[in-house]
Nanobody, 116 residues
């Protein structure tokens, strides 16, 4: 059994910041790429940022320069610092943990709301 649990969402004003955290635990010792995705109302889920075991990062163009993803391999955790938030960042944010065998595990999601 694998659990992926997110925390840190909330309501913030335009220009504010939030930090999302995610912990993956269970029967898998080490995960591969981990990351964050988001889904706004009426839209498809989209990639926000990912980070490999080696620390290589990938960001959506819309968040480059504003969001920073990091991870702790020993703890199987991944965080994302979100700065200069905009109303268009409003969405449910989901943590993803990709196992070495190729299976994706998802958290339940955490709501981020940016007011204008």
């Amino acid at each position: 059994q694998v659990q992926v649990v997110e925390s840190g969402g909330g309501l913030v004003q335009t220009g504010g910041f939030l930090r999302l955290s995610c912990a993956a635990s269970g029967s898998i010792y080490r995960f591969g790429t981990m990351g964050w995705y988001r889904q706004a109302p009426g839209k498809q889920r989209e990639l926000v940022a990912t980070i490999t075991v080696g620390g290589t990062t990938n960001y959506a163009n819309s968040v480059k320069g504003r969001f920073v993803i990091s991870r702790d391999n020993a703890k199987n955790t991944v965080d994302m610092q979100m700065n200069s938030l905009k109303p268009e960042d409003t969405a449910v944010y989901y943590c993803n943990a990709h196992s070495m065998s190729g299976y994706d595990y998802w958290g339940q999601g955490t709501q981020v709301t940016v007011s204008s």
